[in-house]
């Protein structure tokens, strides 16, 4: 099995085989529950998390594989020096995955390049989270029966949000995205996302300040939090946490079949009333994400989900 370090890594058609095995894995659940009989997750986490790493374990439990690893890195050797390269090549001997949590970019890359194992990355600082991107595409394919020929809203922190680099990246892949790009100037999206926009004729963007404004114009709103933990300057965090609140006075102002996405945790971007609106996606992409992490594991230890018939690649 290979690495997923980024998306970039697996071929448009794989990605949307596991998003197809996603939902057989949701209709077969008898079924596929000894796939991964005898498999040994490790998940190391450096950084906090709830839906990521609880999901990452779920899904090879219910694969019927076992969970090992840490979460919060001040148990692990790493408060001793160890470096991630002979982190993962210790933690290879051990199991058959590994998932990488970490504050830095290039974290999960340097991991996959030490491991003898695949490495999947869970989140490399402001870079990538490209399971996250899995349960996005997961969500609008359920929502939209397409993942193409949408106009996407991504709103709040567009530097730091991983998440949003990640989707944009695969987004451009499958084409036909109007992107508008809604962040605070201090917020703005990396050149390197932009750039990526760019080289895609069918794609295109803009970038705006105000939600009010736009937000009858979309499919998808993709609403993120302010990522505290990446700011150098507290004064600048508490002066931008709060630029954009989705609430249902705003909502008033959206198609009525639009999506409202969030990969959580929220802090106060989404009102809670929300929750209760049609529109609200955010708790369905939490359930994708068992369900695609399900997909990729099973995937990268090689192990076939009995009576899966694989997509058709005419079909996609
Ligand atoms: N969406 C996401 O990555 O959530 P956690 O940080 O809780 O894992």
């Known amino acids: 099995g290979k690495s997923v370090v980024t998306l970039d890594g697996l071929s448009t058609n794989q990605i949307l085989d596991l998003l197809h095995k996603a939902e057989y894995i949701d209709s077969h659940r008898k079924e596929i529950a000894h796939t991964c009989d005898g498999r040994v997750l490790a998940t190391l986490f450096y950084e906090p998390s ?55 970019e290039g974290a999960a890359l340097v991991a996959s390049r030490a491991a003898s194992v695949p490495v999947i990355n869970a989140g490399d600082g402001g870079h990538m989270h490209p399971t996250q991107t899995l349960a996005d595409l997961a969500t609008l394919q359920s929502r939209f029966g397409r993942i193409t020929d949408l106009t996407v809203g991504l709103c709040g922190d567009l530097t730091f949000g991983r998440t949003v680099h990640s989707l944009i990246e695969t987004l451009c892949r499958f084409g036909n995205v109007r992107f508008v790009l809604i962040s605070p100037d201090e917020l703005k999206t990396p050149q390197y996302v932009i750039d990526r926009i760019n080289a895609t004729d069918s794609c295109s963007y803009v970038e705006v300040r105000d939600l009010a404004s736009v937000i009858g114009d979309l499919d998808v709103l993709y609403m993120t939090r302010v990522q505290k933990e990446r700011f150098f300057n507290e004064d600048d ?80």
Request: aromatic residues 6%.
């Open 237 to 316: 965090y508490l002066r931008l946490r709060d630029t954009y609140i989705l609430d249902e006075e705003k909502l008033q102002l959206a198609k009525p079949s639009m999506a409202v996405l969030h990969p959580l945790p929220r802090v106060n971007e989404i009102a809670v009333d929300v929750d209760d609106d049609p529109r609200a996606a955010y708790f369905e992409q939490v359930k994708n994400g068992m369900l695609v992490r399900m997909a990729l594991e099973s995937t990268v230890v090689g192990d076939e989900l009995p009576g899966y018939e694989p997509l058709n690649p005419k079909e996609v």
């Open 50 to 104: 709830t839906r990521t790493r609880l999901s990452f374990e779920t899904a090879m439990l219910r694969l019927g594989g076992k969970v090992i690893g840490f979460a919060g890195a001040q148990l692990a050797s790493v408060t001793k020096g160890e470096s991630i390269a002979d982190t993962l090549k210790t933690v290879s001997n051990y199991v058959d995955v590994v998932a990488i949590r970490h504050p830095k």
